[in-house]
């Protein structure tokens, strides 16, 4: 009888398929965690093939399911199958190898039988077949459900994060905009001076982040990365300067700027640039107490162009300051923004090759440092 057979050599069964698994996948793994595998699979086959040689149709069928699976509710063999197929997933495994794993108790039971030179009925081999047939159909249809669900979870994930991103450069842009109305309303300030600029700059970069979405969506790709130019680090600075006075004004903060050499010049997408250095100010003068002074430099080292934002918001706790620049990630009291700040001006400095870390003065504040390499202004 293939049960007696089957119980007689059990471990060897379930040994030769781990070993053929370890030898296939390379992948680490405990016996517990493929407890709803195989080892479980070959005690319920048994029990499969005693009610039949009984005479018990029901429980046959209650153990392993009718030929063709059962539309109305999973086997015993079903329901277990359908946990390894979730446990593969979680392991790394593919859908060919949750196939390959039930095939490997198939062929090691052949082997064997050959070997020892066991017979086998055709009811039995047709009870061997149907109950491997279910198991794998319940253990793949499980493990693609989890698998497109993972992937359904991560992409909307991603969504989410660009979303965000949007929202966030939008907002900083409209924000300064405000701003800017708000200053030229008290009638004091020319609309052709700096204040008028910041305001046309801020209208100019909300049709740019709008036109750089719509591009999105058709090409489905990623940040246009190819709008670069050399440009004075100066000017680029006094452009930056400009918006971030109407901020330190709202925040009751001082803000002072050092002199920046006119010689120097910077090769990268200055639209995106210019987001990040907002963002850094404006992370700066959120998290400072009124009345503190931020400080902002622009200066060459060997082999490139730093720019610093120093702020005064008493330095950070112990910790990884990474995660500083981790998406949707807030320190501190003021949790009016969705903690993208970091993350876009991080984003936007790599895209030119350069790099945004930050020290900690503790119990002083931060500072934000941004490193590009230096280039020759035309």
């Known amino acids: 009888m293939m049960h007696s057979f089957l119980a007689n050599n059990r471990s060897d069964l379930v040994a030769r398929c781990t070993a053929k698994v370890a030898l296939r996948d390379r992948r680490s793994f405990s016996a517990e965690q493929l407890k ?16 039949e040689d009984a005479d018990k149709p029901g429980e046959s069928l209650h153990i392993s399911g009718a030929s063709g699976g059962d539309n109305q509710a999973l086997s ?3 329901v277990s199958a359908a946990a390894h197929g979730k446990q593969l997933l979680g392991l790394g495994f593919t859908v060919d190898q949750v196939v390959h794993n039930y095939g490997d108790l198939c062929q090691a039971i052949t082997d064997l039988a050959f070997e020892r030179d066991a017979p086998f009925s055709i009811d039995e081999f047709r009870t061997l077949n149907r109950c ?34 949007l929202v966030h450069e939008l907002r900083n842009a ?8 708000s200053a030229l309303e008290t009638g004091k300030l020319p609309i052709a001076g700096a204040t008028g600029a910041v305001l046309k700059r801020s209208h100019l970069t909300l049709g740019a982040l709008i036109e750089r ?17 050399v440009f004075s680090l100066a000017d680029f600075i006094a452009q930056a300067k400009a918006a971030a006075d109407l901020q330190a004004s709202a925040r009751e903060c001082t803000l002072l700027v050092s002199a ?13 640039l210019l987001a990040a250095l907002a963002n850094l100010l404006q992370n700066a003068f959120k998290f400072s107490h009124s009345h503190s002074t931020i400080r902002l430099k622009a200066y060459e080292v060997e082999g490139g162009i730093v720019i610093d934002v120093i702020d005064e918001c008493g330095g950070l706790p112990r910790g990884d300051t990474d995660a500083l620049f981790m998406p949707f990630s807030q320190r501190g009291g003021d949790r009016t923004g969705i903690g993208l700040g970091l993350s876009i001006a991080r984003q936007n400095v790599e895209a ?17 440092s941004i490193r590009l390499p230096s280039c020759a202004l035309a």
């Open 36 to 51: 709803n595998g195989i080892p479980l699979f070959l005690a319920q086959l048994i029990r499969t093939l005693r009610a």
């Open 76 to 78: 015993e063999i079903g």
């Open 132 to 165: 491997l047939d279910n198991a794998i159909a319940d253990a793949v249809t499980e493990f693609t459900l989890q698998r497109d669900h993972t992937r359904a979870e991560s992409q909307s994930s991603v969504a989410n994060e660009r979303l965000g991103f």
């Open 174 to 181: 409209l924000s300064t905009a405000v701003l800017a109305v």
């Open 213 to 229: 979405t719509l591009a999105e969506v058709r090409a489905h790709a990623q940040l246009d990365q190819t709008r670069r130019s």
């Open 260 to 272: 920046v050499n006119p010689s120097l010049a910077v090769d990268a997408n200055q639209d995106l």
């Open 352 to 368: 030119d090759g350069g790099t945004l870390t930050v020290r900690n003065v503790p119990g002083v504040g931060c500072v934000f």
